[in-house]
């Protein structure tokens, strides 16, 4: 059951719902902000909360997020491959060369990182 975030402007009474409690009090101190007096929180439990009693306001417990499980996370690259590859030309490597070891670099770091990722 969602908060409900209410005030009132010369249009009248603006009511709405937000999942979560951090939610509805952005909400409420936008809605002061744009002008909007009697501002109030309703939790799902019924507990009104005037703009005075926004600090009292029950904040949401934080779930914690599991990785997906559609995509392993992106490796980071602590090297420039741009500047692995000058170097390696400046040791005299060809460009053909240079581009398949940082192709394999890139492979087995990702394979490595695909590993960490399923343990």
Not at 44 to 72: C, I, M, N, W
């Amino acid at each position: 059951m969602p908060y409900t975030v209410s005030g009132t402007d010369i249009r009248g009474v603006n009511t709405i719902k937000r999942k979560t409690s951090e939610l509805a009090l952005k909400k409420a101190r936008e809605l002061a902000k744009r002008g909007y007096y009697n501002v109030q929180i309703t939790t799902p439990e019924g507990r009104t909360y005037h703009s005075s009693e926004f600090g009292d306001l029950p904040r949401t417990p934080v779930a914690r997020r599991r990785p997906s499980q559609k995509h392993p996370p992106t490796p980071r690259m602590s090297a420039d491959l741009s500047g692995l590859l000058k170097e390696l030309q400046d040791f005299g490597v060809p460009e053909q060369r240079s581009c398949e070891i940082a192709a394999e670099l890139i492979r087995v770091v990702r394979a490595q990182s695909l590993h960490n990722w399923v343990r």
